[in-house]
Nanobody, 115 residues
Framework: QVQLVESGGGLVQPGGSLRLSCTASGDIGTSHTMGWHRRAPGKERELVAFLTTGGITNYRDFAKGRFTISRGNAKNTWDLQMSNLTPEDTAVYYC?????????WGKGTLVTVSS
């Protein structure tokens, strides 16, 4: 089992920036994929970006050039740095982990982009 806890959501103005963090605990292992998904109001959950322990990163088109996924400073953490946010980025953002014991999701953190 793996437990995930997100932090860093909140209200931000259009054009602003926000940093989300995820902390994993439990059966982490040494090889895994870490990522972020989001669910906007009235829409299905979608991938935002992911990062593998091998250093591979992947972004959805809407995230390219604006969002950066990276390892956090603390062990078993990863971050999503978001910039130039628009109201279309308003969503619940979910931390995601895939490893030797399966895939796991955090409970989500709300990001609201509004003036």
């Amino acid at each position: 089992q793996v437990q995930l806890v997100e932090s860093g959501g909140g209200l931000v103005q259009p054009g602003g920036s926000l940093r989300l963090s995820c902390t994993a605990s439990g059966d982490i292992g040494t090889s895994h994929t870490m990522g972020w998904h989001r669910r906007a109001p009235g829409k299905e959950r979608e991938l935002v970006a992911f990062l593998t322990t091998g250093g591979i990163t992947n972004y959805r088109d809407f995230a390219k050039g604006r969002f950066t996924i990276s390892r956090g400073n603390a062990k078993n953490t990863w971050d999503l740095q978001m910039s130039n946010l628009t109201p279309e980025d308003t969503a619940v953002y979910y931390c995601y982990f895939y490893g030797r014991s399966g895939d796991y999701w955090g409970k989500g953190t709300l990001v609201t982009v509004s003036s």
